[in-house]
């Protein structure tokens, strides 16, 4: 089962308007965005869709989705204090 959570997410907005997300802020620390794996259009299994940024994070891979205008994450963490 996968859980969704908005969250803040530092981007660099290219010239040519492509989003680059650079870091994600989880819990209050920052983690950085080491690559960006794929990009695509894709409806998420924890329910909505958007464009998906599948991110490097050490060795942990997250799909990261741009939904209309603000930055959801899919994870096997439920945390309902977020």
Excluded: H
């Excluded at 080491?34 to 991110?55: H, I, M, P, T, W």
């Excluded at 990261?64 to 096997?76: A, S």
């Amino acid at each position: 089962m996968l859980f969704k959570y908005y969250i803040d997410v530092v981007t660099m907005i290219e010239q040519n308007g492509n989003l680059v997300p650079m870091y994600v802020k989880w819990k209050e620390k920052l983690y950085k965005v080491d690559r960006v794996l794929q990009v695509c259009n894709k409806f998420s299994e924890a329910g909505g869709c958007g464009k998906c940024y599948q991110c490097q994070f050490g060795n942990q891979i997250r799909n990261l989705y741009w939904e209309r205008d603000r930055w959801f994450l899919e994870t096997e963490v439920f945390c309902p204090d977020i």
